[in-house]
T-cell receptor, first 114, second 108 residues
């Protein structure tokens, strides 16, 4: 069975440009997470979905970040416009619904903003 | 004060050595996860535990809920164990709070 799929794996853009990341979770996983990982740090949650509903987006910088999970499967995370400080690895993870379930991580998208 | 503290931050060991990575947390949890991250970003879940001890191959994880402390042990370490190991307590809603990680380098 395929794991969590993310694309692109790498993205280099100039500041003020828009960028979008895509995630396809493991089939049957209701819960989807987007994390941002800065160099030398642990991942930080940006948004968590239960099916198509964003149940925790308290850490999502809503002035420039947006996310959607139409139909409760694939998800996209968008940044517009990107800033230099957005350079990081963006990780998607999925799990079965409910607390305490193992999260499965995608390979991440490494974003570099010049 | 960080909610999750890992020690050491960096660890260099010789092949075959016994390794211990410690994690202390201040939040209430439903379970604690140990994750492994190789260069390039991929994260793999090693353990999820809420009490006692779990063993998988050469890896052992323990947790003391009362003391809010967990340890990850690697027996007979090998260069392929070189990676970043991340402690991540999980709350009742399933959200994980990640430590900064411990970078392990095992020399042949």
């Amino acid at each position: 069975e395929a794991g969590v799929v993310q694309s692109p794996r790498y993205k280099i853009i100039e500041k003020k440009q828009p960028v979008a990341f895509w995630c396809n979770p493991i089939s049957g996983h209701n819960t989807l997470y987007w994390y941002r990982q800065n160099l030398g740090q642990g991942p930080e949650l940006l948004i968590r979905y239960e099916n198509e509903e964003a149940v925790d987006d308290s850490q999502l910088p809503k002035d420039r970040f947006s996310a959607e999970r139409l139909k409760g499967v694939d998800s996209t995370l968008k940044i517009q416009p990107a800033e230099l400080g957005d350079s990081a690895v963006y990780l998607c993870a999925s799990s079965l619904r409910g607390a305490g379930n193992e999260q499965f991580f995608g390979p991440g998208t490494r974003l570099t903003v010049l | 004060k960080n909610e999750v503290e890992q020690s050491p931050q960096n660890l260099t060991a010789q092949e075959g050595e016994f390794i211990t990575i410690n994690c202390s947390y201040s939040v209430g949890i439903s379970a604690l996860h140990w994750l492994q991250q190789h260069p390039g970003g991929g994260i793999v879940s090693l353990f999820m535990l809420s009490s006692g001890k779990k063993k998988h191959g050469r890896l052992i994880a323990t947790i003391n809920i009362q003391e809010k402390h967990s340890s990850l042990h690697i027996t007979a370490s090998h260069p392929r164990d070189s990676a970043v190991y991340i402690c991540a307590p999980g709350g009742s809603q399933g959200n994980l709070i990640f430590g900064k990680g411990t970078k392990l380098s095992v020399k042949p």
